[in-house]
């Protein structure tokens, strides 16, 4: 059973960092992109980051570029998500989600429980 777990999101103050974590289990995900999304209270789901499972390829939504950094520890099958300079905009539900190399974003085959974001101005 594929698992994503997801959890570092908190409370903090405009300008703060957060650092979230996807641990992910159940499969060998060589061949996979992992990514963020996050979903704002009635809007849609939309992309952050991405990151494939085995090689440097980074992607990014122009809305994060430069404040937002992705990475992963394979060893430890988890995918990281930096976010510095953080901003009420950035207020959000984070989810992690893995899918294989090429799917549409949001096609993904797995995602996680989702872990909540608030930034306060």
């Known amino acids: 059973q594929v698992q994503l777990v997801e959890s570092g999101g908190g409370l903090v103050q405009a300008g703060a960092s957060l650092r979230l974590s996807c641990v992910a289990s159940g499969r060998t995900f060589s061949g996979y992109a992992m990514g963020w999304f996050h979903q704002a209270p009635g809007k849609e789901r939309e992309f952050v980051a991405r990151?494939?499972?085995?090689?440097?390829?980074?992607d990014y939504a122009d809305s994060v570029k430069g404040r937002f950094t992705i990475s992963r520890d394979n060893a430890k099958n988890t995918v990281y998500l930096q976010m510095d300079s953080l901003k009420p905009e950035d207020t959000a539900v984070y989810y992690c989600?893995?899918?294989?190399?090429?799917?549409?974003?949001?096609?993904?085959?797995?995602w996680g429980q989702g872990t909540q974001v608030t930034v306060a101005s």
């Open positions: 989600a893995a899918g294989p190399i090429g799917s549409a974003l949001k096609k993904y085959d797995y």
């Open positions: 990151i494939r499972w085995s090689s440097a390829f980074t």
